[in-house]
């Protein structure tokens, strides 16, 4: 197939060499991202960029809103006009986007937030890496809610937790974020694009009742509620509020207790499903390390290189951040006699790994405040001082 | 083979973003067992100032996507030079463009240095601008465990836009061609 007609396809099937951002981008197109909206930042820009070359050539809209409160508000409108929609920002702009996320969770509202993650707090480290943003992705905004969080570790893995982030969103109905960092977010590695056909898209559910009887909030067995778009025939409520099965406002405890359950339960009996974590060399390990996002590279470098010297490392590397894999971890913690966590912030991830351990195990958190990813000898050096 | 470490670095406008990533695309796709992972320099130094792109290639995974210690560094800056020379490991490799670089005692723990005069080969050709290519045609003639000539050849072709390339694969057997005296 010539250049020019692959350009205009949503699955650029072939081998590439590019970076995370644009595999990430690509990944959205290929499950049928239509709508991107969003406001540039650094390190997130190229997917922007990538986004807006590219969507109109799919017959796909590309909004540059005036910041990041409005591009978050802009792709759930979309969601709810019935396209795939995402946005692509970093912690500062994620820090604006937090309480209408929130609103997404609420209204139950499909799409998809790519955090290319920097340094911190602040517009901090703009060019360079950071990993400071996992918990904001959890307790960002206020309520409760269940959010998925994704964490690639290649660029390759940009693409297929891109495709998966969509498919999560759509799936169990809410905004589902794919976490990445500078470090991955640019740098350039080789990325097969598989076939069409081998693209697994998930569509949300549609209503199959009658207008007239449907319910919009009303759940199946799964808990999910099937979804209505604006201009099919169905009612369309869409409010922040605590609402019936209608839709309507019903400020009341009874309401609340049975919205708020049921929106953090279809995601918590469903963690089987959510959550995907990657484990090496786990089987005979005393020691492990815990990693994830671009820094899981190195600590699998420095797990190859300890067991040269016959430390038996293992590691396990979260894929899926939120919900976060706290029994496979409890069980980690019967097996080894220490965890390390390596990660580009002052204790995020440590702490919860240490919750999950309940004291089984000693926890040691590696950590790097922003600005570089950790190189393998820093992570062997804590080891081998215990081994 | 193991690890192999390639920095590429000089002012901004040379083209040496360009460099990196027509090495790292010609591994990663047409060389066959090999895995490569280009990364840039990308702070306010990459507008203007010293500018570098690394390349790191192996045969298994990349695990540390960054250059530590530079088995090959390929400068064609004195501002780039003095920046990363420190960097090249000892017994490294350096190329250096020889019209723009001064040499200091820190060149000293290079096993071998090649000298070449990219630019004033490049202006025969019509602009500067082909100093790069005319740079990495002297690496592939003299190295042998980064990247093939035809790996290079096939990827030029595609990569550079159409009216660049014929001038470019001239700069690039020039490059190749290019004996230094010293």
Known sequence: ?387 | MSRVEIRFAGFGGQGIGLMGRLVGEAVSLLEEGKNSVMTQSYGPESRGGASSTDVVIDEGEIDYPKATELDYFVVLSEEAYQKYIPKLKEGGILFVEEDLVTLDENAKKAKKIFKIPATKIAETLGSRLYANIAMLGYVCANTTDIFSEEAMLTIMKEKIKARFVEKNLIAFQKGMEYKSDS
Request: charged share 25%; glycine share 10%.
């Open chain 1, 1 to 387: 197939m010539s250049k020019q007609k692959q350009k205009f396809l949503e699955v650029s099937t072939g081998e590439h060499f590019t970076t995370g951002n644009h595999a990430a981008a690509e990944g959205a197109l290929a499950v049928g991202c239509k709508f991107f909206g969003g406001y540039p930042i650094t390190p997130s820009s190229e997917i922007a960029e990538h986004m807006a070359l590219r969507l109109p050539q799919l017959g796909g809209n590309f909004v540059q809103f005036e910041d990041e409160i409005a591009s978050i508000i802009g792709i759930l409108g979309a969601s709810w006009g019935g396209v795939k929609s995402m946005t692509a920002t970093s912690g500062p702009g994620y820090s604006l986007m937090v309480e209408n996320i929130g609103l997404g969770m609420m209204t139950e509202t499909p799409c998809v937030i790519i955090n290319v993650q920097r340094g911190g707090p602040s517009t901090g480290l703009p060019t360079l890496v950071g990993q400071q943003d996992i918990m904001q992705t959890k307790w960002g905004a206020h309520g409760d809610f269940e959010p998925i969080v994704l964490c690639p570790n290649s660029v390759q893995e940009c693409f297929e937790l891109a495709i998966e982030a969509f498919n999560y969103a759509e799936k169990y109905r809410l905004p589902v974020t794919l976490l990445l960092d500078e470090t991955l977010g640019h740098m350039s590695e080789r990325l097969i694009i598989p076939d069409a056909s081998k693209i697994g898209k998930v569509e949300r559910k549609k209503p199959k009742d009658s207008p007239e009887e449907h319910l919009p909030y009303k759940p199946d067995d799964d808990l999910i509620p099937p979804m209505a778009v604006a201009g099919e025939g169905y009612r369309v409520m869409v409010t922040g509020l605590t609402h019936d099965e209608r839709g309507y406002p019903d400020l009341n405890t009874k309401t609340q207790d049975k919205l708020v359950r049921r929106i953090n339960d279809k995601i918590r009996l469903n963690k089987k499903d959510i959550i995907k974590v990657e484990e090496y060399m786990l089987d005979d390990a005393e020691f492990a390390i815990i990693s994830f996002g671009s820094v899981a590279r190195t600590a699998k470098g420095a797990v190859n290189r300890a067991r040269k010297k016959g430390i038996k490392v293992g590691l396990l590397r979260l894929i899926t951040i939120w919900p976060f894999p706290n029994e496979r971890i409890e069980a980690l913690a019967e097996q080894v006699k220490k965890i390390y966590v390596p990660e580009i912030n002052y204790g995020q991830i440590t702490r919860e790994v240490e919750r999950s351990v309940h004291g089984k195990t000693e926890v040691k958190g590696i950590f790097k405040l922003g600005g570089a990813i950790h190189n393998p000898q820093e992570i062997l050096k804590e080891i081998e001082g215990d081994a």
